[in-house]
């Protein structure tokens, strides 16, 4: 009777990882706001079915029809309220840019992919900044190598030392290149 694609909210409250596994609270947390998310869906599910039968009792409605229309619009209405207290107990935020998107009849992942284009022509200004800021640190050292050639070469002797200190301190400390520490993983 409804023709609505599958449940992707729900998809999504069965793929909630736990944030720690080995606590029992923040398992019984997650299983909690798994359940409650699937209420919601549920909720929501049971309201577009109420939907396409209000639709199907207007498209054809006649004076005999009014009651079980009255009575549809009733379910209808109940099943707002029970929803609305269902998505209480949930912290689901949505980005406003995409609740709009939705009202205008647009593609939500519309959203997606602006956000992912802003990205990247972001990320393109920032490489074009420090390309640029290589380019004059190249020409400034090849302007004061011409001039001061020893005092160059001492500041490359005092850069290739502390890279090498930098590097050995980083290596000691278990800590990868991007800052990240190592996590030794248990067997």
Do not use: W
């Amino acid at each position: 009777m409804d023709s609505t694609p599958p449940n992707s909210v729900s998809a999504a409250a069965s793929s909630i990882p736990n944030a720690n596994s080995s606590g029992a609270a923040a398992s019984d947390a997650s299983d909690d706001t798994k359940q409650k998310l699937v209420q919601v869906t549920d909720s929501i599910q049971k309201t577009l079915g109420l939907l396409h039968q209000l639709y199907l009792t207007v498209s054809s409605y006649n004076v005999a029809s009014q009651l079980p229309l009255l009575q549809r619009l009733n379910a209808l209405v109940a099943e707002l309220d029970s929803m609305q207290k269902l998505a209480e107990n949930c912290n689901i935020q949505v980005p406003m840019e995409v609740v709009n998107l939705i009202d205008d009849g647009k593609n939500p992942d519309e959203f997606t992919r602006d956000v992912l284009n802003s990205c990247i022509t972001k990320n393109q200004i920032t490489k074009g900044k420090t390309d640029a800021f290589k380019s004059l640190r190249k020409h400034l050292l090849e302007e004061l190598e011409q001039t001061f050639p020893d005092d160059v070469e001492t500041y490359r002797e005092i850069r290739a030392t502390s890279a090498a200190e930098s590097k050995r301190q980083t290596q000691s400390q278990n800590v990868l290149p991007n800052g990240d520490a190592k996590v030794k993983t248990e067997h």
